[in-house]
C-alpha cells in the first residue's frame, strides 16, 4: 500500500486549501482513513478520522467547524477540506490508513500511531503567514 499526499502550500490567514490523498495497493475491505500533523518543535496530533464507507467522521476540537475529511473510493482519494486557516495551522499534514478491519473512527484515531496497524504518507506542508 502507498499513500501520497497533495495540494499543501502558503496561504494567508483566513485562506483555504485542499489536501488530497491517494491510495494504491490492496486494502481491508472495512478500514479507516485519517489526516495528522506535526508543527514544528511538538508532537503529533491527529486532525480527522473517517471510516470507509460510511459518514462516521471524528475532528479534533482544534478544527472542528473549519475542516472537512472525505473520501472518494471510486478514485481512490481522501481528501481534506481546509478553511479559516491559522497560524496554528502551519504543519506538515500526513495520511494514515488502518492496516486492520476498522469500524470507529474515534478508535482509530487513539491507534494511529501504531506503525504495525496502519500505513502512513510523507506529508505534504501547510503553512499559513
Known amino acids: 500500500v502507498q499513500l501520497v499526499e497533495s495540494g499543501g502550500g502558503s496561504v494567508q490567514p483566513g485562506g483555504s486549501l485542499r489536501l488530497s490523498c491517494a491510495v494504491s495497493?490492496?486494502?481491508?475491505?472495512?478500514?479507516?482513513m485519517g489526516w495528522f500533523r506535526q508543527p514544528p518543535g511538538k508532537e503529533r496530533q491527529v486532525v480527522a478520522t473517517?471510516?470507509?464507507?460510511?459518514?462516521?467522521?471524528y475532528y479534533d476540537d482544534s478544527v472542528k467547524g473549519r475542516f472537512i475529511i472525505s473520501q472518494d473510493d471510486a478514485k481512490n482519494t481522501l481528501s481534506l477540506e481546509m478553511t479559516r486557516l491559522k497560524p496554528e495551522d502551519t504543519s506538515m499534514y500526513y495520511c494514515?490508513?488502518?492496516?486492520?478491519?476498522?469500524?470507529?473512527?474515534?478508535?482509530?484515531?487513539?491507534?494511529?500511531?501504531?506503525?504495525?496497524?496502519?500505513?502512513w504518507g510523507q506529508g505534504t506542508q501547510v503553512t499559513v503567514s
Open positions: 495497493g490492496t486494502r481491508k475491505s472495512d478500514y479507516c
Open positions: 473517517i471510516v470507509s464507507g460510511s459518514d462516521m467522521t
Open positions: 494514515a490508513l488502518s492496516n486492520y478491519e476498522c469500524y470507529s473512527a474515534v478508535t482509530f484515531a487513539s491507534l494511529m500511531w501504531n506503525p504495525a496497524l496502519n500505513y
